[in-house]
């Protein structure tokens, strides 16, 4: 996540100047939440989308990091005949602050870090009532009160959606940290090979099970968070731990412990639940689990076959299918 390139700077002495998209109207390249940060040298890390919103909005960055006012701006993005910017036609209004961050915050993005790493609901709450002098503060909302009676955290934070609300007589934004999301392979074959590099790529964390070592081991998946060999599929959650930032993904290499599997997934909390085969396969597997008290709604969570309908073949081009699929999820676009 872009906090922990931030604090890294934070740590060696350097000011930075944090852009950040805070709201929006309309159609825009970037959502709300989305960063960037620029070094006092003009120096970019990441990006709000590119063009003439970006450039304007690195060259105002530069300047705060350098001790400028920070600055809270409104980019224009319809454009407006042949005065208008031909590239800035997307048809919003994206609302931007820039801020700058000084290393006496680092402790601050330090306890970010490790609500992040221990998987705790964390937001940062920034007071731009004063926009020329906004005030950052981090809650870790799962061990701490939240600071405003009456605002519903747990959406802002199960979205991830950041927010800005007035809230006793103020202007406020709220920015939950990022949900990187865990991948869980439930099958260590091929295509779990290639997904896991992918879903890796792209920010998820990997873990993954076979009843094979040869099939689940960290020499295997280097890129995985942990690699577990449990028999005949037996009690998957009890070992791997569940949770509702959890993408399941069943590809065993049998039909039997792919059902077993779906069966034990379909129990947790999981914010995605995919499996592996032909619809005839889902078919039967769901007749199956249906004697076992499973129904329609209980189904309605699986995604068979899974992932995108792109014609993909090989085992790369259907770990590309899938993920693109775990992304789409994971952005609420499902």
Not at 227 to 235: E, G, S
Request: proline share 4%.
């Amino acid at each position: 996540m872009i906090e922990r390139e931030i604090l890294a700077q934070l740590q060696q002495g350097n000011n930075v100047a944090l852009v950040t998209i805070i709201d929006k109207s309309g159609s825009a390249p970037r959502l709300p939440g989305s960063k960037m940060f620029v070094e006092v040298d003009g120096t970019l890390h990441g990006t709000i989308g590119g063009g003439s919103l970006e450039f304007s909005c690195h060259e105002n960055a530069t300047r705060v990091a350098g001790g400028a006012t920070p600055v809270l701006c409104e980019y224009d993005m319809r454009g407006s005949g042949s005065d208008g910017d031909a590239d800035m036609v997307c048809g919003g209004v994206q609302h931007v602050l820039i801020e700058r961050l000084t290393p006496d915050m680092a402790s601050m993005f330090e306890g970010a870090e490790t609500c992040f790493l221990e998987g705790a609901k964390g937001a940062w709450i920034i007071d731009i009532s004063d926009s020329e002098n906004p005030l950052r503060s981090f809650v870790d909302i799962q061990n701490q009160s939240p600071p405003f009676a009456g605002v519903d955290f747990k959406t802002i934070l199960r979205n991830r959606s950041t927010k800005l609300i007035q809230v006793e007589g103020k202007t406020v934004v709220v920015d939950p940290l990022p949900k990187s999301g865990t991948v869980v392979l439930i099958g260590g074959g091929h295509i779990s090979k290639e997904v896991a590099k992918l879903a890796s790529y792209v920010d998820f964390e990997v873990v993954v099970c076979d009843d094979r070592a040869l099939f689940s081991n960290m020499d295997r998946f280097p890129m995985a968070q942990s690699a577990h060999v449990i028999q005949d599929f037996k009690n998957l959650f009890q070992i791997i731990g569940q949770g509702e930032e959890f993408y399941l993904l069943i590809m065993t290499r049998g039909h039997s412990y792919d059902r077993d599997a779906l069966a034990q997934a379909l129990r947790t909390p999981a914010r995605y639940i995919g499996m592996i085969g032909s619809r005839s396969k889902r078919n039967i597997t769901y007749s199956k689990l249906r004697d076992q008290g499973f129904n329609d709604s209980d189904f309605a969570r699986v995604h068979c076959p899974v992932g995108l309908s792109i014609g993909s073949e090989t085992p790369k081009e259907i770990a590309v299918s899938i993920v693109a699929e775990l992304i789409a999820a994971r952005a609420g676009a499902l």
